[in-house]
T-cell receptor, first 113, second 115 residues
Framework: NAGVTQTPKFQVLKTGQSMTLQCAQD?????MSWYRQDPGMGLRLIHY???????DQGEVPNGYNVSRSTTEDFPLRLLSAAPSQTSVYFC????????????FGQGTRLTVV | AQTVTQSQPEMSVQEAETVTLSCTYD???????LFWYKQPPSRQMILVIR??????QNATENRFSVNFQKAAKSFSLKISDSQLGDTAMYFC????????????FGQGTRLTINP
């Protein structure tokens, strides 16, 4: 059972570079989301989607872009990486926004130098 | 807006002891879920226990139980007979069934179980 798959697991970027964090789920879940985890701050919501073609901003959306062209995939794009985006990123999915039990990917540790 | 507060950044107990992690939250919603997630050193987020706000009975999952005080907006996690494998970060989280459509996390409590 694959569940939620995130790639890559680790990434180092130079300031100003762009990249895409991939997230795919095989559970036919409607709801997908991206979080970043920073020490002492828990997980904070970046963007979320309640279905294909629908996305919305979370708590910390600046510097990130998302799209949801299929139910399975929800990539997160860093447009121009900054050191403040050094963090651990998690993708999560739920069967619907009414069923909050979230399944998480294994996370991506991103370092921007 | 919903907020979740975990006031204990770190805790440490001996193996086989009972430990309680605290969580308070603030919400204007009447219908919501509360969760405890565990994050071991592997970084994987694992659901420990879930409580639906409209249910008065406290949720239990084997050695894990919660004390849900809706009026006080308190949601503590009790771990009985603690094991070395319980060593992890623990996050409390809130989900409003209507409105915000997002999982709001507390800051986390780092729990260490000592042999």
């Amino acid at each position: 059972n694959a569940g939620v798959t995130q790639t890559p697991k680790f990434q180092v970027l130079k300031t100003g570079q762009s990249m895409t964090l991939q997230c795919a789920q095989d559970m036919n879940h409607e709801y997908m989301s991206w979080y970043r985890q920073d020490p002492g701050m828990g997980l904070r919501l970046i963007h979320y989607s309640v279905g294909a073609g629908i996305t919305d901003q979370g708590e910390v959306p600046n510097g990130y872009n998302v799209s949801r062209s299929t139910t399975e995939d929800f990539p997160l794009r860093l447009l121009s990486a900054a050191p403040s985006q050094t963090s651990v990123y998690f993708c999560a999915s739920s069967s619907s926004w009414r069923n909050a039990e979230a399944f998480f990917g294994q996370g991506t540790r991103l370092t921007v130098v | 807006a919903q907020t979740v507060t975990q006031s204990q950044p770190e805790m440490s107990v001996q193996e086989a002891e009972t430990v309680t992690l605290s969580c308070t939250y603030d919400t204007s919603e009447s219908n919501y879920y509360l969760f405890w997630y565990k994050q071991p050193p592997s970084r994987q987020m694992i659901l420990v226990i879930r409580q639906e706000a409209y249910k008065q009975q406290n949720a239990t999952e084997n050695r894990f139980s919660v004390n849900f005080q809706k009026a006080a907006k308190s949601f503590s996690l009790k771990i009985s007979d603690s094991q070395l494998g319980d060593t992890a970060m623990y996050f409390c989280a809130h989900w409003a069934i209507q409105g915000a459509q997002k999982l709001v996390f507390g800051q986390g409590t780092r729990l260490t179980i000592n042999p």
